[in-house]
T-cell receptor, first 113, second 114 residues
Framework: AQSVTQLGSHVSVSEGALVLLRCNYS??????LFWYVQYPNQGLQLLLK??????LVKGINGFEAEFKKSETSFHLTKPSAHMSDAAEYFC???????????FGAGTRLFVKA | NAGVTQTPKFQVLKTGQSMTLQCAQDMNHNSMYWYRQDPGMGLRLIYYSASEGTTDKGEVPNGYNVSRLNKREFSLRLESAAPSQTSVYFC?????????????FGSGTRLTVV
């Protein structure tokens, strides 16, 4: 069964520092992978997705993620954090041909001034 | 373009009461989903509808029922609310399932059962 593990329920960075949010997946076949962002009291918004076209995926707001099959990872990065990046981030996996997307538990990002 | 609209945004129920959460999308999406979000547990799928006229159970369907009224609307019903159903409920839609489209989410319904 597919699963998603996000390492770290909370991550704190200083403004201008590198953001790294970790995600590992378990799937029997190469999956579709997603990162979503949730701002307080809002729904989730798609940040970026991997669909096998390219291993390095660029998303909105300067975020990007790299698919590494050998490590079964899909970590989210941003070179320089901004205060507005403070939110909760969810990694998700969808099996090709499947009917469900499985979400990780989420990582809350705090950005310090 | 509204996207996915959920009503109500907030609701307080007494144990044993019933209610229906409404969801509508205006993007001509085929697939619709209901998730619940609880602290530290991410999102868990309650029910989904891969296409108009079909519904299937997800990970946590007990205590819930759904209706895909038409292509636009997908409602979630709690027949006899329990405190364990206190949660934030999200409706989502997608162009299709298993194709890597990703979801568009509504803004959520915060439900408290006392």
């Amino acid at each position: 069964a597919q699963s998603v593990t996000q390492l770290g329920s909370h991550v704190s960075v200083s403004e201008g520092a590198l953001v790294l949010l970790r995600c590992n997946y378990s799937s029997s076949v190469p999956p579709y992978l997603f990162w979503y962002v949730q701002y307080p009291n809002q729904g989730l918004q798609l940040l970026l997705k991997y669909t096998s076209a390219a291993t390095l995926v660029k998303g909105i707001n300067g975020f990007e993620a790299e698919f590494k099959k050998s490590e079964t990872s899909f970590h989210l990065t941003k070179p320089s954090a901004h205060m507005s990046d403070a939110a909760e981030y969810f990694c998700a996996v969808e099996d090709t041909g499947g009917f469900k997307t499985i979400f990780g538990a989420g990582t809350r990002l705090f950005v310090k001034a | 373009n509204a996207g996915v609209t959920q009503t109500p945004k907030f609701q307080v129920l007494k144990t044993g009461q019933s209610m229906t959460l409404q969801c509508a999308q205006d993007m001509n999406h085929n697939s619709m989903y209901w998730y619940r979000q609880d602290p530290g547990m991410g999102l868990r799928l309650i029910y989904y509808s891969a296409s108009e006229g079909t519904t299937d159970k997800g990970e946590v369907p007990n205590g819930y029922n759904v209706s895909r009224l038409n292509k636009r609307e997908f409602s979630l019903r709690l027949e006899s609310a329990a405190p364990s159903q206190t949660s934030v409920y999200f409706c989502a839609s997608s162009s299709g399932t298993g194709l890597g489209y990703g979801y568009t989410f509504g803004s959520g319904t915060r439900l408290t059962v006392v």
